[in-house]
């Protein structure tokens, strides 16, 4: 089994930045692709970034530019780096992690962007 745990989670002012971190464990030597997602209230859960284990990386179009993904020195760990955040990007920010068939998702970590 895998978990995931994210953290990095808070209060930020529009304009700011944070990093989110995220840790998958347990049996991670089948895991490929980590992404973020996340959900707003009321909203879809939509792709934030991805990152696969060569280093390929893909991107909402509304993040494009301000948010970089990137993965540890061991597969099992990735960040995400927010910067310029806004207001509306407001949500609970999840990770995941792709082995074989399945997808792993963690309880989710609450970035709130104040105006």
């Known amino acids: 089994q895998v978990q995931v745990v994210e953290s990095g989670g808070g209060l930020v002012q529009a304009g700011g930045s944070l990093r989110l971190s995220c840790v998958a464990s347990?049996?991670?030597?089948?895991?490929?692709?980590m992404g973020w997602y996340r959900q707003a209230p009321g909203k879809q859960r939509e792709l934030v970034a991805r990152i696969g284990t060569g280093g390929s990386t893909a991107y909402g179009d509304s993040v494009k530019g301000r948010f970089s993904i990137s993965r540890g020195n061991t597969k099992n760990t990735v960040s995400l780096q927010m910067n310029v955040l806004k207001p509306e990007e407001t949500a609970v920010y999840y990770c995941?992690?792709?082995?074989?068939?399945?997808?792993?998702w963690g309880q989710g970590t609450q970035v709130t962007v104040s105006s």
């Open positions: 347990g049996s991670i030597f089948s895991i490929s692709v």
């Open positions: 995941n992690a792709a082995l074989g068939g399945m997808i792993v």
